[in-house]
């Protein structure tokens, strides 16, 4: 079972270094690294090359053109499975997965778990606040429930709960991906595409879990730079949005 974890990166040259050092920690580093460059216009694509140098586990820079996180991890996904994974992870450039992130999600879809939603907690080394470390996590899990009880969310051809999903912290199979049609291809301030693929998923299985072992810590920049409240309304259907594109890419 080959796995494949694919990371969608736009000018993250100031933050992927972290992550790259966060994936060769892993205790479990049978996996091949998938960079997606999202059309940066800084030397993300140059760190990931000088990492891929001394790197334990083989690493494919690919590119995408067309804006989106969505986009570009779909293109890294493709590219994975074209190359012969038969196993998907994913986290963003921004993010540190726990060192034992990677055995976590094998022993999930080692059980015929086909979607594995992991844990998102905020970033040591940004310090976090007291209110950023409990009252804001607190908020995301009380909208989750809200989504798994929301009528658009029990439909009947769903097969399985709605349950908390972040993008930076997801692993599937591959027969998955490609029977359930994969992550949008949407502009990041369309829509979820993390919410859009799991519900793509609960449409072709009920192999769904939540794990709340499966730990990556991400990045508090969003919520700092635009607030508790407009982070929240941004992530609850994108109720609130910048007023200009350019200003989604939080730096």
């Not at 494949?4 to 992927?16: C, G, L, M, T, W």
């Not at 920690?25 to 999202?38: E, G, K, P, S, Y």
């Not at 726990?98 to 844990?119: H, K, Q, S, T």
């Amino acid at each position: 079972m080959r796995l494949a974890v694919v990371v969608p990166a736009y000018n993250e040259a100031a933050s992927i270094g972290g992550t790259l050092s966060a994936l060769a920690a892993q205790t479990d580093r049978d996996f091949c690294l998938v960079v997606v460059d999202n059309a940066s216009t800084d030397d993300t694509v140059a760190v990931v090359r000088r990492f891929a140098g001394t790197a334990p586990f083989p690493v494919k820079v690919v590119s995408e053109p067309e804006p989106g996180a969505g986009t570009a991890a779909d293109t890294g996904f493709r590219h994975a499975i074209n190359a012969g994974a038969t196993l998907l992870a994913r986290t963003d450039a921004d993010c540190l997965p726990a060192p034992d992130w990677i055995a976590v999600l094998r022993v999930y879809l080692n059980r015929e778990v086909n979607l594995v939603c992991g844990r998102s907690v905020p970033r040591r080394d940004e310090r976090p606040t007291w209110a950023e470390r409990h009252v804001f996590p607190a908020a995301v899990r009380l909208a989750a429930v809200y989504g798994r009880y929301r009528r658009a969310h029990r439909r009947p051809e769903f097969r399985s709960p709605y349950v908390l999903v972040h993008g930076h912290n997801l692993a599937m199979t591959a027969d998955l991906y490609q029977r359930c049609g994969g992550t949008a291809r949407e502009a990041l301030e369309d829509g979820s595409e993390d919410v859009t693929l799991l519900n793509r998923a609960r449409r072709v299985t009920s192999r769904i879990v939540r794990a709340e072992d499966a730990v990556v810590e991400a990045s508090l920049r969003r919520l700092r730079a635009w607030g508790g409240r407009r982070t929240l309304l941004w992530y609850w259907d994108r109720r609130w949005r910048p007023s200009a594109s350019s200003q989604v890419h939080v730096r």
